[in-house]
């Protein structure tokens, strides 16, 4: 048997990701599904249950961290934010102990406040944990990173330091689009198709940086361009992508040097299009799992 040593859990929006760890911080077993804290109409204790009860008796699990925005004002239990600028070390211990949740040592990892380049409050929880671990690689070296998402952050980081971010709405303004807009209304495929994205940035680009329309415009130009027959209803979903894509980088352009390149922390579905979009508009782009992130994050504030 596996010599499994604690159980770490990403609860974001609108994903669940469990994962089964041994004592040098490997994987052993995994759990994904869709429970995020937005779509379950359980309890969490029970979303826990359903899914680690199993490991639990199995591996006779002692501890379980969580993290992400189970520790939001819309989770299990709101917990503090932590202050940037903040090192490794500084966010090491901070959590909040729940009551034993299958017997086991249940905390769930603290999140991050800053002051945005924008000048406003900012805040994160779950990505903080992907950037420590992502910042294991870049080995104290200035950089700035990219966690793609429902809400999209762009961190800056040097000497093992996190010191401001900013967050973008791009996925759940995408998702809100595709359900509940004028546009949305058109759109029965959600495929990827790498030639609608690339209009749908290029279009952007041309449109805002070059001729200085705004977002909401740029936006009700998708509705028209297919209303006058310039852009075909299956095209909608990726090009719609791509515009929206395409204002976040544009946005985060404005607020972070950008010249050294990005480096860019996602799942699967999201690495294409962002690497995509940053290589067409000129960034060069080094990428990083999410999984393996955040794992190494654990390490890094368990260690």
Sequence with gaps: MANAHCIA???GTTSFRAYLLNDKFELIDACRNQHGVMNITSSFSKVLQNACADWVEKYNIENIYLGGVIGSRNGWVETPYSYCPISVGEQKDKFTQLDNVLGCETRIFHGLQCT???GFPD???GEEIQVLGAMHCLEGKPAVLCLPGTHSKWVSVNNNTIHNFASMMTGEIFALMLMHSSIGSLIDSHEFDQASFLNGLQDYRESNVASGCNFLHSMFSVRSRVVSNSLKVDSL???LSGMLIADEINSAQSMFDLSQGVHLVSGDKLQQ???????TMGIEAQDYASETAFISGVQSLLS
Excluded: I, K, N
């Design 116 to 118: 945005s380049p924008g």
């Design 273 to 279: 299009p962002y690497l995509l979009a940053l290589e």
């Design 237 to 239: 979903y990726s090009y």
């Design 123 to 125: 805040v994160m929880r």
């Design 9 to 11: 859990v990403d609860w």
